[in-house]
């Protein structure tokens, strides 16, 4: 299947349809083109379309993920606390024997070490993944700011011997 070439008059229609206001894939679907062939178009004509609404709902969707993260962790470490609270609590065991199938119930005043070992094991994954949530929306430019700001200071303390020689009375 050959593409179809672009003509004068989709040059004219995208004018004139960027003119009223029409969004890019409102004038592809008007058109009949791609929304990919009326960006081309509107590049060679110099015209450019309001991404008003495109970063709005962009920046929503960021703003609605950030705080399900922030849930998510939060609900980590709920549930790291829970668990660990296990630790100290009477624990129900089970054992549903070999060939026989029987089975026997008992509980114990705490978990076995083994358990809360488990357990532990369990509580420090939550903790973590709720941390990991928490730096994945951290600000960045704090890091990079102190970052920066070494390299700049590094480089001062350079400068400062080369101009000023061990030995060298500075005046």
């Not at 050959?2 to 029409?22: F, I, N, S």
Request: hydrophobic share 40%.
């Amino acid at each position: 299947m050959t593409a179809r070439p672009v003509t004068q008059a989709d040059y004219d229609r995208v004018r004139e349809l960027h003119a009223q206001g029409l969004s890019r894939n409102e004038i592809g679907r008007t058109i009949g083109r791609s929304g990919r062939t009326v960006s081309r178009i509107a590049d060679q004509l110099d015209l450019s379309f309001d991404r008003t609404a495109t970063r709005a709902a962009t920046e929503a969707k960021r703003d609605d993920a950030r705080a399900k993260r922030a849930a998510l962790a939060n609900a980590l470490l709920d549930d790291a606390n829970r668990l660990r609270q296990r630790l100290w609590q009477e624990a129900c065991y089970v054992d549903h024997g070999g060939k026989e199938f029987f089975r026997v119930d008992w509980t114990m005043p705490e978990p076995t070490f083994a358990d809360k070992q488990k357990i532990m094991q369990s509580v420090g994954i939550a903790i973590d993944k709720a941390v990991r949530l928490d730096e994945y929306d951290a600000d960045p430019g704090i890091d990079a700011a102190k970052s920066m700001l070494g390299a700049l200071a590094r480089s001062l303390g350079a400068a400062y011997e080369q101009l000023n020689p061990a030995g060298s009375d500075g005046g």
